[in-house]
């Protein structure tokens, strides 16, 4: 039997892998939601705005003979054994196993508990923020990485008042660096989003509901509904104890393995790169689908090193950033493409004199071009 831990973009892939690819054996996938596999990528945009319905991000699951056990975490794992710990306190024996469980929002030290504070990472957490955010006047989102900036844009868009605090002195900075960073905060900026810059968030105010954040140089925002938007950290609490390297998520070779006989894929999964020659953990959605296809392949003795060009966007407004291969701090950005000032360029980032990634802004089929630059000589 095979077990997939987690019902995720990466764990439904894994599936449909190990089907599509001549595993007829018993098949059972564990998700700790209710909810069948869904898209994540539209909770911070058409989901939040109320563009899209629910329905419209679950995820095809056309796959025979699989044993849903939804509602149901893992609690423990024993790779000798080869057996699951799950919270209905049962175990659950297997013969080979994908870990896709994904992350989980990174939290502050303080203030998580009142209401009108939000993290958003699942459906019901997005339907919860939308139902805040429709009567919100002012809203605070902490941290202006991908998914605060593109809440950002929504609640904007949907005529609140809007306040992005981040230390760090540009969004999206450790995504792709202070360049590109500058960009965004200027789009921010041209909407009427206010940026708080190189500051941090010290508390909040309120007893029972928000009604403030406090900022490091006494600064106190009002906001009526605040989203905590700091990150992630991989979801390997559970996997305490079971003789799993989890230096950053759930250490793998480069053929996805973790021990014997078990592979993880999706945001959880870290692996050494054939290419790149380090150990990567990728967030993003194509990741997902690419790496559970790749564990799944393993598993049954088909595996290959795993050496894809990281693939990544983000809609804001009416831009959309699409990023292809990696951005190392340092980095220098090149405009190959377009230009800066009429809104549609590409550009390429620059180490050690060879091309390391590809982003684009409003200009999809340059980019795309660009991408075979990626490892040459700049």
Avoid at 136 to 160: D, P, R
Avoid at 172 to 189: E, N, S, T
Avoid at 265 to 285: K, N
Wanted: hydrophobic fraction near 45%.
């Amino acid at each position: 039997m095979i077990a997939v831990v987690g019902a995720s973009a990466a764990g439904l892939t894994a599936a449909q892998t190990l089907r599509r690819e001549g595993y007829d054996g018993p098949l059972t996938v564990i998700g700790d939601e209710d909810l069948m596999p869904y898209d994540r990528p539209p909770l911070s945009k058409q989901i939040l705005s109320g563009d899209w319905e629910p329905s419209k991000i679950a995820l095809p699951c056309a796959v025979e003979d699989i044993e849903w056990r939804l509602g149901v975490r893992a609690t423990g794992l024993d790779v000798g054994g080869r057996r699951l710990a799950l919270s209905t306190g049962d175990d659950l024996a297997y013969d080979k196993l994908v870990i896709a469980t994904g992350v989980t929002p990174r939290r502050l030290p303080f203030g998580q508990e009142l209401a009108g504070v939000h993290t958003l990472r699942t459906l019901a957490d997005a339907l919860a923020f939308k139902e805040e955010l429709a009567a919100a006047g002012s809203v605070v989102i902490v941290g202006a990485g991908f998914m605060g900036s593109e809440v950002a844009a929504v609640a904007s868009g949907l005529g609140a008042d809007v306040t992005v605090v981040d230390p760090l002195t540009a969004p999206m900075i450790r995504q792709f660096g202070p360049w590109l960073g500058g960009l965004v905060a200027k789009l921010h900026a041209d909407h009427g989003v206010r940026l708080r810059l190189g500051v941090g968030v010290t508390g909040f105010v309120g007893t029972q509901r928000v009604r403030g954040v406090s900022l490091a140089d006494g600064t106190v925002l009002p906001a009526d509904v605040v989203l905590v938007a700091i990150g992630s950290v991989p979801n390997t609490s559970w996997l305490a104890g079971s003789g799993l390297s989890l230096t950053d998520g759930v250490d793998c070779d480069s053929l996805c393995r973790a021990a014997p006989n078990v592979v993880a894929a999706g945001d959880v999964a870290s692996w050494t790169h054939p290419v790149h020659g380090r150990r990567i953990r990728v967030e993003h959605r194509m990741n997902a689908t690419e790496q559970g296809m790749a564990a799944a392949r393993t598993l049954l003795g088909k595996g290959e090193p795993y050496a894809p060009i990281p693939y990544f966007w983000t809609d804001q407004y009416d831009v959309k950033i699409q990023a292809y291969g990696t951005f190392p701090e340092g980095a220098t950005p090149c405009v190959a493409a377009g230009d800066v000032g009429a809104g549609r360029f590409a550009a390429v980032h620059v180490e050690d004199g060879r091309v390391t990634g590809v982003v684009g802004w409003n200009l999809p089929r340059d980019t795309r071009q660009l991408r075979a630059r990626i490892g040459e000589p700049a």
